[in-house]
Every structure is written in structure tokens, then in C-alpha cells.
């Protein structure tokens, strides 16, 4: 089962590799499961995001990054 969630998020970084973020609780980042591009519907002025299925110490989490804003966002939490 999983929940939308959809909601900004500030992760904490080891050099490059995403450590750690916070929603409510801290959810350490093990190791990402796998990651890809979304190009949007660039037509109608969606941005670009990077997708990245993690598994965390609590559950496994689905994270965007938009590069226009260099946001982070949790969209999903999944049991």
C-alpha cells in the first residue's frame, strides 16, 4: 500500500550521496533503488524531474528533484 504524500522536503547529504530528510520523523536513506528522468509535458510548462525510488529505514519512499527550483519533494511513501 502506498500514500501520496507530495510535499517539499530538505534532504541532508555524505558528499553527493542523499543521507537523510525529514517528515515527521527522520527516515535515514539505505540505498536508492532506482532512479530516472520525467521530462514533463514541457508544452504545457511542467518542469523536468529526476525520480528516485529509495529505500529508507522506515519504508521505501519515491523522491523528486526538480532542477528548475532544486527542490525536493516526497511524493510517495510505500509499505
Known amino acids: 500500500m502506498s500514500k501520496l504524500i507530495n510535499q517539499p522536503i530538505l534532504l541532508t547529504y555524505a558528499g553527493d550521496f542523499p543521507l537523510s530528510f525529514f517528515?515527521?520523523?527522520?527516515?535515514i536513506?539505505?540505498?536508492i533503488?532506482?532512479?530516472w528522468r520525467e521530462a514533463g509535458q514541457w508544452w504545457a510548462g511542467e518542469p523536468e524531474l529526476f525520480?528516485?525510488?529509495?529505500?529508507t529505514n522506515?519504508?521505501?519512499?519515491?523522491?523528486h528533484f526538480v532542477p528548475s527550483t532544486e527542490?525536493?519533494?516526497?511524493?510517495?511513501?510505500?509499505?
Open 29 to 31: 536513506i539505505k540505498y
Open 58 to 63: 522506515r519504508c521505501r519512499c519515491e523522491l
Open 23 to 27: 517528515f515527521g520523523q527522520n527516515f
Open 51 to 55: 525520480v528516485y525510488e529509495v529505500s
Open 33 to 35: 533503488v532506482k532512479h
Open 71 to 79: 527542490q525536493w519533494i516526497l511524493y510517495r511513501l510505500a509499505d
